[in-house]
């Protein structure tokens, strides 16, 4: 069977593919993703880009290996939000999203025997309308710091 290699370091993806329980080795990619954000594509295809960039910064060094890259870009009128990394900013992120609708843009590439595969999806997603000691909790108890949009 062939090695499949997770190009990324997300916490959240890797728990995606232990659930299939499969074996599998991640190794972090090298992409630049700020470069490719500066060239002004629309938020679907830059998800599509990244996914493909990081699942050949990989797919380079191992050849004979399946390998899976992924990106996810939560989209509010027209803005990418970022992973917020602070408690701050994820309460300024939720407190924004609170009762509107926003767009979560999800990409997942693959390449396999000089074959590259890419499905995107865009979610329409509206958020309830929190407390802000809701928003706290959530916050304490799932630890979205390093997800983007919270």
Do not use: W
């Amino acid at each position: 069977m062939k090695k499949i290699i997770l190009a990324s370091t997300s916490i959240s993806r890797k728990q995606q593919l232990q659930r299939l329980n499969i074996s599998f080795a991640t190794v972090s990619p090298n992409v630049n993703e700020d470069d490719l954000k500066d060239k002004g594509l629309d938020h679907t295809q830059l998800s599509r880009e990244l996914s493909l960039l990081k699942t050949r910064s990989i797919s380079t060094l191992y050849d004979e290996a399946i390998v899976i890259g992924g990106d996810t870009i939560a989209s509010f009128n027209g803005v990418i939000l970022s992973k917020p990394k602070t408690k701050e900013k994820g309460f300024e992120q939720l407190k924004m999203l609170a009762g509107k609708e926003h767009k979560l843009i999800t990409s997942v590439a693959i390449k396999a025997d000089g074959q590259e595969y890419v499905h995107t999806c865009v979610a329409n997603m509206k958020m309830r309308n929190i407390t802000d000691e809701q928003i706290l909790r959530y916050i304490e108890v799932d630890e979205p710091l390093y997800s983007c949009g919270s």
